[in-house]
């Protein structure tokens, strides 16, 4: 079984959903406390230095990051969620690509680049460190990248297809109007989760896993802080911060553990990779992995 082809075609199937538009076109601007802390870290170390925005979706990122920089570029490898943002965002620079190839964009250029809502996760191991890597090399020496991923050891791993179920109250009308909502996804919900439960795998410091996200339509990536600080080193950042969440807290970094639901990691490009590729004659000390 290939899993990375099974990974995208599963999680393509769910951004091209309606319900992928509805969730992704709602009027909403940080995805939460987390997001919004990360911000404020990175906007006076990154003011006005070009941008760039991976997975944008229909757009809730653009303005985020042009509040920060209007030298920006928009990436999603979605053409019906980037034509809904292209519609919002007329005249921006918003391109359909792989975060995995991303050799379209130049080496040692952005300030900063952000991939948001746990899109690396929704690729296999090998995808995510390509993207890493890609995000490494695009960054200039002293830059930035930003992205959130899902937490092992937080809420949304425990979730199961039960919780589908109507919430019970004593009042019958409210209770039969929940239980009419609630049938059409627990079909569906089930439907999806018995599809898609063969792919779920224990990797040690990771796991693959179907998520409730969607009506357990997708397939994603549960890592945990030691394993992601590991990463990030593979590939040669720099990890500088780490945020929760659910109250946006700084953790720190001697922890390994956390409930929070997901992580917003901060990491740069050290300087050193300038000096490197200036005496070796390379763009950049990536590494092999």
Not at 56 to 64: E, K, M, S
Not at 68 to 75: K, Q, R
Not at 93 to 107: I, Q
Not at 200 to 215: C, E, L, M, P
Request: glycine share 8%; aromatic share 12%.
């Amino acid at each position: 079984m290939n899993t990375q082809s099974d990974l995208d075609r599963i999680n393509r199937v769910a951004w091209n959903s309606r319900d992928a538009a509805r969730v992704f076109a709602a009027g909403k601007t940080f995805s939460d406390a987390g997001e919004e802390t990360a911000f404020q870290w990175l906007a006076p170390r990154c003011a006005a230095t070009p941008l760039l925005d991976i997975g944008i979706g229909t757009g809730r990122t653009i303005a985020l990051m042009l509040a920060i920089s209007n030298d920006y570029t928009g990436v999603d490898y979605t053409p019906k969620l980037l034509d809904m943002a292209r519609s919002r965002y007329p005249g921006r620079d918003l391109r359909h690509m792989d975060a995995r190839d991303m050799s379209e964009l130049p080496s040692n250029h952005y300030g900063l680049a952000a991939f948001s809502w746990n899109g690396i996760d929704c690729v296999d191991y090998d995808g995510r460190v390509k993207i890493l890597e890609e995000m490494y090399r695009v960054v200039r020496p002293g830059g930035y990248v930003l992205f959130s991923s899902h937490n092992r050891g937080g809420p949304g791993y425990r979730e199961n297809i039960w919780q589908l179920l109507p919430q019970f109250t004593f009042n019958p009308l409210r209770l039969g109007w929940r239980s009419l909502r609630a049938m059409r996804r627990f079909q569906l919900g089930t439907l999806n989760y018995v599809r898609n439960v063969k792919l779920n795998r224990d990797y040690g410091g990771y796991s693959v896993k179907t998520a409730a996200a969607h009506n357990f339509g997708i397939v994603i990536v549960y890592t945990t802080l030691p394993e992601q600080r590991r990463q990030l080193a593979q590939v040669g950042l720099q990890c500088d911060a780490v945020f929760g969440s659910c109250d946006g807290r700084r953790i720190a970094d001697d922890v390994e553990d956390s409930d929070a639901w997901w992580f917003h990691f901060i990491a740069h490009k050290p300087l050193a990779a300038y000096r490197f590729g200036q005496e070796s004659g390379h763009a950049s000390p990536r590494t092999s992995t």
